[in-house]
């Protein structure tokens, strides 16, 4: 590889100086002149309450208090934090039911730390004291905390347009008999030589990232609504305040402050409409809004929990003749993204494995817990857990190894990918199966493991997985990005997607040297609001796929006007022409040449002679352009190989080894590759084996902490072994497919499978704690 | 609440400013003296992410401290890692081992790192786990973060730090 390239290569993130001196600017941060704070009043005692009265009076007597708003003294339109509605025409938007639900402050409590009224005061003390005087008068109504209790006939109706509770459910018209597949299943069932049948319960996981949400904003003189956030989605916010709050997209600025972590749990809107609300009721200064922990748990969204049932048929030989599944997820108190992960649940079983036949059905019901929501895996984690257990019961009871199974069965080239109907382009997997095998010793462990004593076990178990790079076809995918040539050549990208902090404009930059065949330190990455053009956020591991292939197209752009600029000033047909080394030059004749600098500078400095009229070059400065609609995605495969260690005296689980062998069809940044994978395994451990949102019998969450909510610490984790299996995609720009989303998955699965493999029992409930091995040894007396 | 005259050492400079008395040492840093490097993320002493070095060796949370129990001692925060526009080495080795990504954990993993270093200039990965533990990263899985604080421990110069009674200003 050339040295003047930048793609493959281990580049430090851009940001990374920033980061270790502690000069990045998160929106916690900022301190704007005349700076007011403001202070979301929560209801903390009950899960579902009507308020009967809230008395502002003593609040607003605190000196230092500028305004208390109430639930009348902000907007009365509804809204819907997330942003499914925008991402799918209309029509479609009406047809899977999606509706706004939510509102800025409420007199109707759905679940604990919804919000009741806002404190506008000169501190953040202040703010705090007067939060304390507010008086509430709750009627406590039914609280609900599963699907089952909802859905009761005589249970409370969250919303009148969903009757029996059901946000969603895969719509009729769309997916006959509510359910995404093929074929018949229950003929081929029936013909099975074996039927595996269980119910699977997932955790209420929650992101975690380490930056509580926090915001400024501020209507400014030039009736101007300015809001600070670490949004993974800047131009689908803008949108949906610009909708709520009745402005002009030209009057709604959002401004990306650094984001300390995202994980879905910034997209779509968080905690930006009331601050917003805030704003708008003290013009003319600023407002900042920073949430505590313990609130940022209860009031914001987290993974879809929920009870998944599956039935796998398969013959003598292995042959997976049908597969019958139906994920009932809990939504939550608001809608909120009811209408996505119940499918893409779905579409992560559909796209595995060639079943014969396939039903699935998804749907979510309303409950008093705080709203699910995004999650990195967007119901991945979910599938991954129940459809990879599955699979090695079905293995194990017909003596067939899970790695020969799935290598075998695997979907590959040309089969239906995730999405019915768009055919896989490629797929790795059997390399990464091999590899990633061979790094954990499987067949050696797998047999030395089969037949233990004593008190220390060991098991071996593989999980494999399939993603997406992007949100093609499913919902709107566009990425807008403008490639501006200075008048020295140096260059400015600008463009609207958030770098969450994996790299993201590392890579795109890294990817622009390379197109244009510059150096990076040339290139500047602008994210600016205003400037940028769209980009439906970062999420769907599309930010370097499709930002990525934005970025190639604008700068083919540049590079086509340069040429046709060389054209002109050297006579030479524009096919005669190519660029290397910052140089257009006749193929055929190196020394006819013209610098890139050369026509950048005389684009903007361009004179003309006042005698023979001629100019000194092409006038006008370039900029290349792309508003990139890829049509295309080419999804990621994995397979990850775990090794654990159960004491069966104490119940604890031990993780040795993960290896991770991920199809990344081309490193961009092979160390940003690695940071996603083992990132992702520390979120897909935590989900296995120790991470749970609890709730009380009242619906009050238990462990809204990091000392209650146990998340791996840097002596649980295990050894991560990463292996990039680099087969460039032959559809996608560069060969190169997604990794964000795909960590957090299939670590589920081959945890789940090394527990069950150690001990001879499969765990249908996650996380897999203590307290559950030992219940499940005392029961089945293994000694 | 009654206030009082504060005198806080921070990064080798001297600050006096009045504050309430249960200010915690966190809000004096952030509020007071606008030195924002040093972060919030739980406010409980779980995470964290307000990690800072008391007298070059030993790390605290700042928010489980008051700024007038620190009065008469050095603070060290991220802030004053860099001398001179130079990084220091654990800086180098966070940057370069890929250890960063979102950031937030960062300055409280590197303040932290600065202790484990003053305290034990040659530690085990074992010994780097255990003391890295209490200090949350949701993005690294620690891979990285355990690499850059080995390869910060064979930058570093280990004499410098002994006779210099630790890191930091």
Redesign the interface.
Known sequence: MSEKTFVGK?I??L????????????A??L?LPGMLYGKIVRCWDHAHAKVLNLDLSEAVKVPGVVKVLGPKDVTQKNYNTGVLDLMVPEELGQLLGDIEDQRIFTDHVRHQGDAICGIIAES??IAEIAAGKVKVLYEPLPVYLSAEESARPDAFQFDERKPGNRAFQLPEQMFPGNAYGWGDVDVEMAKADLIVEETFYLPKVK??????HAYVAHYDQTGRLNCWTSTQMPKCVQPKLARLFELPLSRVNLVST??????GARLGMVFEPETCAMALAVPGRPVKV?S??EEDWVASESRHPGKYWMKLGVMKDGTPVAMDAHFTSNAGAYFTHSSGVPFTTGSWLTGMYKFGAIRYKGDTFYTNQAPSGAFRGYGNPQTNFALEQIVDQACNQLNIDPVDWRKKWHKGVGDDGWCIGVPYSSCALDECLERGAEAIGWKEKRARYANQSGTLRRGVGVGVMTHTSGAMPMLLEHTTCTVKMNEDASVVITLSCSD????SHTVLKQIAADTLGMPMDEIHILVNMDAAGFDIGSHASRTTYVGGGAVIKACEDVKRQLIERAAIRLGISEEELEIEDRQVFARHDRDKRLSVKEICHTGVYNFTNPETGETNGVPGQIKGYASHFPGHNSPPFGACFAEIEVDIETGVVNVLELVIAHDIGRAINP??V??QL??????ALGMILTEETCYDKKGLCRNN???DYK?L???D?PK?TTILVEQPDPIAPLGMKSVGEAGPVNPVGATANAISHALGIMFTEAPITPERILQALSEQKVA | MKTKMITLCVNGRDHRFEAPVNRTLLQALRDDLRLTETKYGCGTGECGGCTVLMDGKDSICSCLTLAVEAEGRHITTVGGMTRDGELHPIQIAFIEEGAIQCGYCTPGMIMKTASILANNPNPSEEEIRKGLDGNVCRCTGYEKIVQAVQRASRMLDTSQIQKSGGMGQ
């Open positions: 281990n430090p993130k940001d990374a100086r920033e980061k270790a001196t502690g000069q990045s600017i998160y916690a941060d301190q953040e003390e992101q975690c990232q380490m930056e509580p650094t984001i300390g972590g995202g994980f920073q505590a922990r969450l902090g994996q790299g160390m940003a690695e940071g083992q990132g992702g395994a520390h979120q902490s990091f000392t998340m610490g840097p002596v984790m991560l």
